[in-house]
Structures are given as structure tokens and as C-alpha cells.
């Protein structure tokens, strides 16, 4: 059974730093594109990053291009979104997702999902 669990979630000001973390189990994880999406209530959910298994390219959305790093430590099984000078608009709930297909995680599809982590950026 594939496993994601997302965490690091909190409240923070705004201008502030979080990292999130998102462990995988149950698949190889060496084979996984990982991607982080968010979703405000009321509202469609975003893609905000992705990092691709084969050569650890990243992708990132506009609205946090610049501000937002993410890493992969396949020791642990794990990616880690470094977001930085973070704003209001930056509060969602979010989640970790994979797939072996980089094209679904990118299309927003992708197979297997994570429960979500809230952030919350407010003074």
C-alpha cells in the first residue's frame, strides 16, 4: 500500500519561512515524481511544485516561483518544499502527491495523494 504523509504544516507571518515534509512509503520511492498542491476552501487546487525522479528537475508555479525550493532526500523518502517570504495568499491546506508518470503529477492527476497540511499566514 502506497503512503504519503504529509506534515509541517503551522502558522506563520507573513515575510516568514516553513518547511514541509512529505515521506513516502510502500513504492519505490527512487521512482516517484513527487508534486505539492494546494487548495484554499471554496476554491480549485493549485499545482505549486514538482520534482522529478530521473534528474531531480523541479518545477514551480508562478505564485511561488522564487520563493518556494523544494528538495529530495531518497535516503529517507522524503521531499522537503523550503517556502519562503510567505504571504496571506500563500494560506491553503496543502498536499503531497506522486505518481511514476511525471506527466499526470503535472496535469494535477496524479496516482497517489497525501492527507493535506494546513498553513495558515497571518500577523
Known amino acids: 500500500e502506497v503512503q504519503l504523509q504529509a506534515s509541517g504544516g503551522g502558522l506563520v507571518q507573513p515575510g516568514g519561512s516553513l518547511t514541509l515534509s512529505c515521506a513516502a512509503s510502500g513504492l519505490t520511492f527512487d521512482d516517484l515524481h513527487i508534486g505539492w498542491f494546494r487548495q484554499i476552501p471554496g476554491k480549485a487546487r493549485e499545482g505549486v511544485s514538482c520534482m522529478y525522479s530521473f534528474d531531480g528537475g523541479t518545477y514551480y508555479a508562478d505564485s511561488v516561483k522564487g520563493r518556494f525550493t523544494i528538495s529530495r532526500d531518497n535516503a529517507k523518502n522524503a521531499v522537503f518544499p523550503q517556502m519562503n517570504s510567505l504571504k496571506p495568499e500563500d494560506t491553503a491546506v496543502y498536499y503531497c502527491?506522486?505518481?511514476?508518470?511525471?506527466?499526470?503529477?503535472?496535469?494535477?492527476?496524479?496516482?497517489?495523494w497525501g492527507q493535506g497540511t494546513l498553513v495558515t499566514i497571518s500577523s
Open positions: 502527491a506522486a505518481d511514476n508518470n511525471f506527466r499526470t503529477v503535472l496535469g494535477g492527476t496524479p496516482a497517489y
